[in-house]
């Protein structure tokens, strides 16, 4: 159930205390017994609020110092690209571990004038830099918990694919990590940061010079420009407040309009998400409601989270649209527009994205890479172009150049909002009236996505669910085509247990960033069968949790 203030603007008890939230960084240490204040690498990085003492200083000197000592291990010599987004613990956290990046003794690039940095931009240095430096690799960090409330922080590891770590690497600098926690500190190094600033070992790094003028590889900006419309562009006080503004000016998009440009680290201009908290969810209606009601002022308008790794398509026609809705119509779009791309060049989704995905694919007579959720599953494929487009349910994708080649390995929310207006100037349609167009082809879906909160030990039980939890024979009336731990894309486990018949399927999983569970559902027989889907759903979830 919604909150009753959802998508309402935030008023000043909803907002944080920010001298307290930036104290409590510094003053408060975790206690490494506590599980629920110890590093926990998730689906995107760790995460947590500084005043549960879930991220600290502790928490960013151990990391720091863990990922060179995996630097070290790994034999990864060239410099760490590092950037930070608008959250009130990103600058703090980005200060501690430019201290002790440099007390190791390794090379880092920054962004000049501590410019934020979107994700997307740090994925393409690496890539970058890793092209024109052959046999020395670098590597990659970004503090942002994405799109979280204003009191979280976040930690992303990025190795030389350019894209989010996979297990088998933050398993090993969570575990350093929480040693150097146990054993406080001993071990880390750091230098005070105004030395670390200065030193030679330090580079300012034009982040923003380097992606906007390469966006022409991979997105139509001549199409865009000559085509002349109004895009309205809201960075949802995050880090890409910058780069569009650059965008618009290098490529002359008079018709384009920064629709907030504000900074602040409360986050006080936005509208209240859908359980009442402030989150830059650029794929939540209500969480974007402000530019939503500024629709009709633009032919094509977009957001993007805290990170800019995530996008919201906003037409005069339809709002927001759905992202399982927009990335039906990405794939679709691409792959009958990009002739430099491969014919064996691959679709790659997650396990609770639209089954509409997998028609528009069949049709297009591609393949497709079903995987659990987790951006780094793409990396790989789009690093070595098996997969020209790579996206997930929560509006996260990235896609190849004209010519085949990476762009980002990590999600680009600014480049999957650049290509909505490409659509747009191409095609002479919105996004939104795309989707119609496919929905009378392969089928009008219902889709719905339910999140509860749940503790560690919650999350963990509904993470090793398993098919044998499962006894029934039908869903909603249709017989059960297959029960699914693990994705069928790549073998991977999923986290939880997804389950499908003909026309619907539902999965549940925990969240790999929140304290929360989440059920996915979705039909092709129409809302009500929807409900009734997703009322199994539950009733399996409360079962396991009951346990």
């Not at 959802?6 to 240490?29: K, M, S, W």
């Not at 088998?168 to 150097?180: D, F, H, K, L, M």
């Not at 999350?459 to 029960?483: C, W």
Request: glycine share 10%.
């Amino acid at each position: 159930m919604a909150h009753p203030r959802a998508g309402t603007p935030a008023l000043p008890e909803d907002l944080i205390d920010v001298p307290a939230v930036r104290r409590a960084y510094y003053d408060l240490a975790p206690d490494p017994a506590d599980p629920d204040q110890r590093v926990v690498f998730g689906t995107s990085g760790h995460r947590g609020s500084s005043v549960n003492r879930a991220f600290n200083e502790n928490h960013v000197l151990a990391m720091t110092q863990a990922i060179v000592d995996y630097r070290n291990g790994a034999g990864i010599t060239g410099p760490v690209f590092i950037g930070f987004d608008t959250h009130l613990l990103s600058i703090p956290a980005w200060r501690t571990a430019l201290e002790v990046l440099v007390a190791n003794g390794v090379a880092v690039m920054t962004a000049a004038d501590d410019q934020f940095t979107p994700t997307p931009a740090v994925s393409r240095a690496i890539l970058k830099y890793n092209a024109e430096h052959a046999g020395v690799a670098s590597d990659g960090i970004v503090v942002t918990p994405s799109h979280n409330p204003p009191a979280d922080g976040g930690y992303k590891y990025n190795p030389p694919s350019g894209g989010p770590a996979d297990g088998s690497i933050t398993s090993v600098i969570a575990a350093r990590a929480n040693e150097y926690l146990a054993a406080g500190l001993d071990g880390v190094r750091r230098v005070p940061f105004d030395q670390a600033r200065v030193s030679a070992l330090v580079t300012d790094y034009s982040f923003v010079d380097e992606y906007v003028a390469a966006l022409e590889q991979v997105v139509d900006m001549a199409a865009i420009k000559n085509a002349g419309f109004t895009i309205g562009a809201d960075p949802l006080g995050g880090a890409s407040v910058a780069y569009w503004g650059a965008i618009k000016e290098h490529y002359g998009l008079d018709g384009l309009t920064v629709v907030n440009p504000d900074v602040d680290p409360a986050f006080g201009f936005m509208t209240l998400d859908t359980d009442g908290k402030i989150r830059m969810d650029c794929s939540s209606p209500k969480a974007m409601a402000s530019l939503i009601a500024a629709r009709d002022r633009f032919a094509i308008a977009t957001g993007n989270d805290a990170d800019a790794d995530r996008h919201g398509i906003v037409t005069a026609d339809a709002g927001l649209m759905n992202p399982n809705h927009y990335l039906a119509v990405a794939i679709d779009y691409l792959f009958t527009h990009r002739g430099g791309w491969l014919a064996s060049t691959a679709v790659g989704k997650t396990v609770v994205s639209s089954s509409l995905i997998d028609r528009v694919v069949a049709g297009l007579g591609r393949d497709l890479i079903e995987v659990p959720v987790g951006f780094k599953f793409f990396v790989d494929g789009l690093l070595h172009g098996s997969l020209g487009f790579g996206g997930e349910e929560s509006a996260g994708a990235s896609f190849l150049t004209f010519d085949g080649q990476p762009w980002s390995t990590d999600k680009d929310g600014i480049l999957l909002d650049l290509l909505a207006s490409e659509i747009l100037a191409v095609t002479g349609k919105t996004p939104s009236q795309r989707y119609a167009e496919l929905a009378e082809t392969y089928g009008t879906s219902a889709y719905a996505r339910n999140d509860a909160p749940a503790n560690r030990e919650q999350k963990a039980a509904l993470a090793a669910l398993s098919a044998d939890q499962v006894q029934a024979t039908e869903l909603a009336g249709e017989p059960i085509t297959a029960i699914l731990t693990a994705a069928p894309g790549n073998g991977a486990a999923i986290g939880g247990l997804k389950v499908t018949t003909e026309n619907a399927w539902f999965a549940a999983r925990p969240s790999g960033t929140e304290d929360v569970y989440k059920i996915y559902a979705e039909s092709f027989l129409g809302p009500e069968h929807l409900a009734r889907v997703l009322a199994a759903a539950q009733e399996l979830v409360d079962s396991v949790l009951a346990d």
